[in-house]
């Protein structure tokens, strides 16, 4: 059975910092690129950063380039956002995807659950 679990969300004062984490279970971590998407209700889920399998390339939104980084460890299979300088518009529920890249997870597709931030004073 696969699960993606998020965690490290919660309630943080503009400026402050979450490191959030999504474990993976039931695949070959290695073989997932890992993507980060975020929610608020009634909009569309954006997409926020991608980290390529082997961790070489990233990629941000342009809203929290600078602010918020990516990284894996897949001796662990965990997949991390890393969120800094933290605003009002980053209140949302953050869910990690895992997107299958190399033979023969390719075409595969994860979710986990998601985790809320709410940035508030």
């Known amino acids: 059975q696969v699960q993606l679990v998020e965690s490290g969300g919660g309630l943080v004062q503009p400026g402050g910092s979450l490191n959030l984490s999504c474990k993976a279970s039931?695949?070959?971590?290695?073989?997932?690129?890992m993507k980060w998407y975020r929610q608020v209700p009634g909009k569309e889920r954006e997409l926020v950063a991608v980290?390529?399998?082997?961790?070489?390339?990233?990629m941000y939104a342009d809203s929290v380039t600078g602010r918020f980084t990516i990284f894996r460890d897949d001796a662990k299979n965990t997949v991390y956002l890393q969120m800094n300088s933290l605003n009002s518009e980053d209140t949302a529920v953050y869910y990690c995807n895992a997107v299958g890249t190399i033979i023969p997870a390719t075409g595969l597709t994860f979710w986990g659950q998601g985790t809320q931030v709410t940035v508030s004073s």
């Open positions: 980290i390529s399998i082997g961790g070489g390339r990233t």
């Open positions: 039931g695949i070959t971590f290695s073989q997932y690129a």
